[in-house]
């Protein structure tokens, strides 16, 4: 009797599995033969659901994008903007590993294919849209300024905790973000 195989569904295994190789090696080191061998599948397999690595990048960055805001959606509704910001925050702290992994896989991409690819690429632009319209959502905000602010507020943030990672009152940054956001 043939194996019967939900394609979809693999290939999602296959895209969070690949997650880890791709931080590992970087964008412009990993081949299609290191991440087949980390995947445990013969390269066949890989090409037959990814044409090229960069097809893996783009679909990498929509499946991280459904994984993540399905995690944030989770998030608390506190009443008050700077309750709803603080549990960002530590919703930010608990994930800041895998959030600078998937940053530097971004950037990477960027270096190895130049920053205008980056900025262009069809995914890369749908999940930040996706991205930016579950903050506006969650915060309740149609400023687009403030949502830009909070985003990059949020992207230094990040890279702080990477230099300085027990460094971070929650409670404070909430505070001086909610009085950043609400001053006009």
């Known amino acids: ?11 999602n295994e296959l895209l969070a599995r690949s997650f880890e190789c791709f931080a590992l090696k970087g964008y412009s080191q990993l081949t299609m ?4 061998k980390h995947l445990g ?16 990048f ?9 994984q993540d805001i399905l995690l944030a959606s989770s998030l608390k509704r506190p009443a008050s903007l700077e309750e709803k910001i603080e549990a960002m925050l530590e919703l930010l702290v608990i994930h800041q590993e ?16 130049g920053y205008d690819a980056l900025i262009k690429n069809p995914a890369v632009a749908r999940s930040f849209v996706r ?44 505070a001086m973000l909610c009085a950043a956001i609400k001053a006009r």
């Open 131 to 174: 991205y930016r319209t579950w903050l506006a959502a969650y915060l309740e905000l149609d400023d687009e300024r403030r949502i830009t602010f909070i985003c990059s507020y949020l992207n230094g943030l990040l890279l702080d905790l990477m230099f300085q990672p027990n460094d971070l009152s929650v409670k404070k940054q909430s």
């Open 98 to 113: 895998y959030l600078l992994q998937q940053t530097c896989l971004w950037l990477e991409f960027g270096r190895h294919n």
């Open 1 to 11: 009797m043939p194996k019967i195989v939900d394609h979809e569904k693999y290939r």
């Open 33 to 36: 033969r290191d991440l087949a």
């Open 58 to 66: 783009e679909q990498l960055v929509d499946y991280q994008a459904d």
């Open 41 to 56: 599948v013969s390269t066949g397999t890989l090409y037959h659901y990814f044409p090229s690595k960069e097809s893996i």
